[in-house]
């Protein structure tokens, strides 16, 4: 049986990047860098050089997902299609709420590696996981030491089981904070939240990239509505000669927005299929609202989707203007063809006219020259006649004049039928 070369590839793809089993309490640091194809690849030996460094397994070459186990932390490292995510995950947390986040679980791992990581860095957190609840009842938490009281978001999550806390606030180390307080749920769907919880931020943040440029293609594009504008005015008051102009600065302007769609386009694109994602986990956590707290799913619909919105508009805005560009740029072209075309039927005319008068031209230097024909061939028999008229006895001037009508009659049948010849050969 012949099997497809990829298909071990393609089947483990959903398999790829499991989740991980936690069991509480413990500490979880998270960090995405913003990667190009180069820094990825800087990431996998600067990855690699930690391991040799702990004596561990390397990951394979054009690996994607490799965990390590460093001492006491538990290193995953992803590779996704422009960004690389290093998670550190160790057990224990302080019963203190001041050193939860004071000693992060990244710490362990040397601060040169850590500096030195290809990328530049777009999203940080860190999670702590309280230890099980086993009642019924959710205790109050006041987490008002590790997280803004005043920006505080929670909802209850995996139909009830967890709450998750954050503030969404980059702290004084770098990093946002979530707490979670779960009851005895199975580790795999305890990682699974936490999962999720970094999914959103990560995806939070990557959706946002698009935010500065919508922000900087605003102004251009109502610069180059308005020159649209204008350029329509021109269209419609314009002289005929004067479109070919129009039609040139109509162009430089589509080249203008072309390029900017162009420039812009991937990242917009990019920026709404993040925001799809940071939706689905969302949906998927379940929220469900307590103590009159706004939930991350509000929160987002209220501060996120507001921002995403201005994307989108910004680059429909963009592509209909191209589109409205196009359109322009056909009516125009078609108006220049129509000119074009008037003036080609114009210089045909002109040329008919010319050709004609060649011909009545013709016509006339070919009466002129049957007469010298003629002329020239009665004389040679005038002279024909004078040699013969000792045997002849015919008078040389009766004989040229009686030749000239028919020598003429010839002559004028002669071109007669060299028209006709040309004629069917025209056919």
Not at 393 to 405: E, F, K, L, R, Y
């Amino acid at each position: 049986m012949h099997e497809y070369v990829l298909r071990q590839q393609l089947h483990n793809e959903i398999h790829a990047r499991p989740y991980e089993h936690l069991l509480t309490p413990l500490q979880i640091s998270h960090m995405a860098y913003l990667a190009d194809a180069q820094a990825q690849a800087q990431a996998h030996v600067h990855l690699c050089r930690l391991l040799e460094n702990h004596h561990l397994p390397l990951p394979s070459e054009g690996s994607s997902f490799h965990v390590a186990d460093i001492g006491p932390v538990r290193l995953r490292w992803e590779r996704h299609g422009e960004f690389t995510s290093y998670t550190f995950i160790r057990p224990g947390l302080a019963t203190d709420q001041q050193s939860w986040f004071g000693h992060c679980a990244c710490a362990d791992i040397s601060d040169a590696w850590r500096e030195t990581i290809p990328g530049a860095l777009i999203c940080a957190n860190h999670i702590a996981l309280l230890p099980d609840h086993p009642g019924d009842d959710w205790p109050q938490h006041d987490l008002s030491a590790v997280l803004d009281a005043d920006a505080l978001v929670a909802s209850e999550v995996a139909d009830g089981q967890a709450r998750v806390y954050t503030d969404l606030r980059i702290h004084a180390d770098g990093f946002a904070r979530f707490v979670i307080v779960s009851r005895a749920i199975s580790p795999r769907r305890r990682g699974r939240l936490a999962q999720r919880l970094l999914e959103i931020e990560t995806y939070r943040m990557l959706s946002l990239l698009a935010l500065p440029a919508a922000r900087e293609i605003t102004p251009l594009l109502a610069q180059y509505e308005q020159e649209l504008a204008q350029i329509m005015d021109a269209i419609r008051s314009s002289q005929p000669e004067r479109d070919r102009q129009t039609l040139e600065r109509l162009s430089q302007l589509a080249s203008t927005v072309e390029s900017l769609y162009a420039q812009h386009h991937a990242r917009f694109t990019a920026s709404n299929v993040y925001y799809d994602l940071v939706n689905r986990r969302i949906a998927d956590l379940r929220e469900q609202q307590f103590m009159g707290l706004q939930t991350l799913g509000q929160f987002m619909d209220r501060r996120l989707a507001p921002a995403m919105q201005t994307c989108s508009h910004a680059i429909r805005r963009l592509q209909g203007l191209s589109e409205r560009i196009s359109r322009c740029s056909n009516l125009l072209r078609t108006r220049v063809e129509v000119q074009m075309q008037q003036q080609n039927r114009e210089l045909l005319a002109s040329m008919n006219r010319r050709q004609y008068l060649q011909l009545r031209l013709q016509q006339t230097v070919e009466g002129l020259s049957v007469a010298a024909i003629t002329y020239y061939a009665s004389s040679l028999v005038g002279h024909l006649f004078e040699a013969m008229h000792r045997w002849l006895h015919v008078d040389a001037a009766v004989a040229q004049g009686w030749s000239i009508p028919v020598i003429a009659l010839a002559v004028w049948l002669g071109l007669r039928r060299a028209h006709q010849r040309l004629a069917k050969v025209d056919r």
